[in-house]
């Protein structure tokens, strides 16, 4: 009895090894305790608030450990700052206050994700002999909830967005756990109404949400993981050891790893969240389907890129200022994203890289308004050559992404370009054909339009509940038949 308890003990504390993901088996006994508690209170709405805020909290711990503090202050700081720019009548207290809290905010960040990186910059430059912070850990999920407490200042101190009057109603928008870890970045004007709302799940709701997990999952556990833990982990991690063509396939395999990794523990967020009653902002539509990279950027990580260009882009001058401003605010802000990934030269240079194709882009599409080019007429044709060069630009700048160094990066791109062997590839799909079929079935299911997918989950909401439940069951099993023999921790989770 006394090791049970024990036992039980150790499972609710935080495990380094083992943290706490949707992806996880513990997670499904997790969550329906959740939803037994949250059925008994959501009618309530102070109890539920607390109830939600504590969950997440607590959900936020089992991950991250320790780290749960973090989101504690910046949410006392940020309470406080927007309260006193609120009351503040005086322009200059009032700009003085949101500079506060931008430099708080961050400043936490930057201190965690980029000393190091800047003190190797400056040993490098000076030749000095700056100590490293040892073990300096980037807490999980410091990238989105800082965003999501700027924007909330910002609008607060714009006037768009009176702050909150309880301090738990603000810490529950800041730790709400289906969004907390990975995104998507939350708007307080989009997801506090809906706090105060007594939560109501229709049938249409309740399939979308068990679609978008089951989708979530499917993408994760039965796409993601196995491309990455079969082929693309340790492609990656020599690219010199192999040909051109196992290396390219490899960067085929790393976009669609990358994009149901993100966009599947996107979906189960957003399905979760509908399962209680609120709507969290949608954050992909079929990126690799884009026809050109300004439109990927509305498709890809939707709230990053809109977050972006709402309190980055647009307050640097937009395009309010003449073309090359235009283009240099495009430029500084993707070079900013990418440094927002990571404290990494690769990610400074893919975000360039972003960069200089959107403000060529916008040359492209003023070149076409100015001449008037009669592209409608072959837009078919155009569509598809638009299509496959963008697919393969994103491509070429997701080597910058995942190789560890920018020496790797070349090194691929080296093996790529003069170290092709075609002759390897039917020895390539002999040893990797179960690679070569999830690959292909993960493109085909992104090619399937918008419109049927939406049709799909309208069916799904008109399904009985055991049918529902048998549907939700399969999916699990699938997943559990594909399940890698190591955890494979998301993508987005170091970021």
């Known amino acids: 009895m006394g090791i049970s308890i024990k036992r039980f003990f150790e499972e609710l504390a935080y495990d380094e090894k083992n943290p706490l993901l949707f992806n996880s088996g513990f997670f499904l006994v997790f969550f329906a305790f959740f939803l037994l508690v949250y059925l008994v209170l959501h009618k309530r709405e102070l109890l539920r608030i607390y109830f939600l805020t504590a969950f997440s909290l607590y959900f936020f711990y089992k991950a991250c450990g320790h780290y749960v503090v973090f989101i504690l202050i910046a949410g006392v700081v940020d309470y406080c700052i927007s309260h006193l720019i609120c009351r503040q009548a005086n322009p200059a207290k009032k700009k003085f206050l949101l500079v506060l809290s931008i430099t708080l905010n961050l400043g936490l960040l930057f201190y965690f994700k980029y000393t190091n990186f800047f003190i190797g910059i400056i040993n490098d430059v000076s030749a000095s002999k700056i100590p490293l912070i ?24 714009r006037g768009t967005f009176k702050p909150v009057n309880r301090f738990i109603d603000y810490l529950f928008f800041l730790s709400f756990f ?6 998507p970045i939350v708007r307080a004007a989009d997801f506090i109404p809906q706090m105060y709302k007594k939560p109501f799940v229709n049938d249409e709701q309740l399939g979308e949400g ?25 492609v990656f991690d020599d690219p010199s050891k192999h040909t051109g063509i196992e290396c390219l396939f490899a ?6 790893v990358i994009y149901c990794d993100f966009s599947g523990y996107s979906d189960m967020a957003r399905g979760i969240a509908k399962w209680i009653g609120f709507d969290v902002n949608i954050n992909f539509l079929s990126p690799y389907q884009s026809s050109n990279i300004t439109e990927f950027w509305r498709r890809w990580h939707i709230s990053l890129s809109t977050w972006l260009k709402d309190y980055l882009y647009i307050p640097l001058g937009g395009s309010r200022r003449g073309k090359f401003n235009t283009y240099k605010n495009l430029f500084i802000t993707m070079l900013l994203g990418g440094l927002w990934h990571g404290a990494s030269w690769n990610f400074i240079f893919w975000g360039a890289m972003h960069g200089i194709a959107l403000a ?53 791109l080296q093996q790529i370009f003069f170290n092709f062997r075609p002759d390897v590839a039917e020895g390539l799909l002999d040893n990797y054909r179960n690679v070569f079929l999830v690959l292909v079935l993960a493109f085909a299911l992104h090619a399937i339009p918008l419109r049927a997918e939406s049709r799909f989950q309208h069916f799904i909401s008109k399904l009985s509940l055991p049918v529902m ?20 921790k998301p993508v987005y989770l170091q970021f």
């Open 134 to 157: 040892v073990k300096l850990g980037v807490p999980v999920g410091i990238s989105f909830y800082t965003f999501e407490n700027l924007s909330y200042t910002v609008d607060v101190y």
């Open 178 to 183: 289906p969004k907390l870890m990975m995104g």
């Open 210 to 234: 068990l679609y978008l997990i089951c989708a979530g999952v499917i993408k994760k556990m039965v796409i993601s993981d196995f491309l990455n833990a079969n082929y693309v982990m340790f």
């Open 251 to 256: 960067v085929y395999c790393y976009a669609m």
């Open 360 to 412: 060529l882009d916008k040359v492209r599409m003023a070149v076409v308004k100015l001449l008037k080019l009669p592209f409608s007429v072959h837009g078919g044709v155009f569509k598809i050559l638009g299509v496959v060069f963008t697919f393969h630009f994103v491509c070429f700048c997701w080597i910058f992404f995942r190789c560890n160094t920018f020496h790797d990066s070349w090194a691929m």
């Open 469 to 488: 439940t048998g549907y939700f069951l399969v999916c699990i099993y699938i997943a559990i038949q594909f399940k890698q023999a190591h955890a494979i």
